[in-house]
């Protein structure tokens, strides 16, 4: 039997395995991000603080709220890594205890300020009109409004409260994802995929959750890790004025407070948990840069 010439056998079938996998936006961004070194190292900081402060608290021997007044304020040694403060309590533990509520506060009233300021935003950059007009004039009429002076009213009004902290704070902190979202959706609304989603009779709350909040969350996100940061050190400034987590209680603002009272006597009072609050904001600002470049589409076109 005569075999074909080597030329006329056809090229075999190329399979679903031979194909190119193709790119999405998000891989895309990954491979951006880790290519940011500064953005890994705070990603990796941040991850690191988390869980040293979550878990390491149940490894040592000391807590946070016991106290040796024989000791008093001591220098970090071998007992007390971290020294201990004017009541005898140990440094080390009260800053990792510590950092479980600062990186609270900034996580939960980032989540409440992440769910008002998007649903607002969103539906007022869907319906258009006289509804936007009139809810972002609210808005405008409460960034006219002190802030801080907001968030000092609520506690003294219903108390000082740990869980009513997280919401006083995620209260105030809205506005500026609110008119993001807004302005994402107002690009988003004569798009294509929304006028086929009228055409399939898709009714307008769908077309908001399903369709168009997932289209703008990478801004989203970028902004979210910048506004935890911001949330931290809200926190830290109503610690100052004595409205944050009180006794025994402690957050990194709490603790650079009693350091800076004490800072000119016992210096390490306030320069660890210091280093720690600033060392934190400076890799979510870090982490958030880089999420803003890695997801800038226009970067992606490059």
């Known amino acids: 039997m005569v075999s074909p010439p080597v030329d006329k056998i056809p090229a075999p079938v190329p399979t679903v395995a031979d194909l190119e996998e193709g790119s999405s936006l998000w891989r895309d961004a990954w491979h951006r991000l880790q290519k940011n070194h500064l953005s890994v190292f705070g990603g990796v900081v941040i991850i690191v603080l988390s869980f040293v402060c979550l878990f390491v608290p149940f490894l040592i021997t000391n807590t946070f709220q016991e106290q040796n007044l024989e000791l008093g304020a001591t220098s970090p ?4 890594w971290l020294g201990t ?4 309590r140990d440094m080390f533990a009260r800053v990792l205890y510590g950092g479980r509520i600062s990186l609270a506060v900034g996580l939960s009233a980032t989540l409440v300020s992440l ?3 998007v649903v607002y935003g969103a539906v007022a950059g869907f319906f258009g009109g006289k509804t936007d007009a ?3 004039r609210l ?3 409460m960034y006219a409004l002190p ?3 907001f968030v000092i009213l609520l506690m003294v009004f219903f108390g000082r409260n740990i869980i009513l902290l997280f919401v006083a704070i995620g209260a105030v902190e809205w506005l500026t994802m609110a008119r993001i979202v807004r302005g994402q959706i107002l690009s988003l609304r004569k798009q294509e995929f929304i006028e086929a989603a009228y055409a399939l009779g898709l009714g307008k709350r769908r077309i908001i959750f399903r369709h168009m909040i997932p289209n703008v969350m990478g801004p989203v996100i970028v902004y979210t890790t910048l ?3 911001a949330v931290m050190l809200l926190e830290a400034f109503l610690s100052f004025l004595g409205l944050g987590v009180q006794p025994p209680m402690s957050s990194w603002g709490s603790l650079i407070k009693e350091g800076a009272d004490k800072m000119e006597e016992f210096p390490w009072l306030l320069v660890f948990p210091g280093t720690v609050f600033a060392l934190t904001l400076f890799s979510l600002n870090f982490l958030g840069d880089g999420l803003r470049d890695a997801l800038d589409v226009r970067a992606s076109k490059d």
């Open 147 to 149: 802030f801080t002076i």
């Open 139 to 141: 808005v405008d009429i």
């Open 77 to 80: 040694s071998l007992q007390h």
């Open 115 to 117: 769910t008002i300021g």
């Open 134 to 136: 009139v809810m972002m």
């Open 227 to 229: 506004t935890i940061p």
């Open 85 to 88: 403060d004017t009541l005898g």
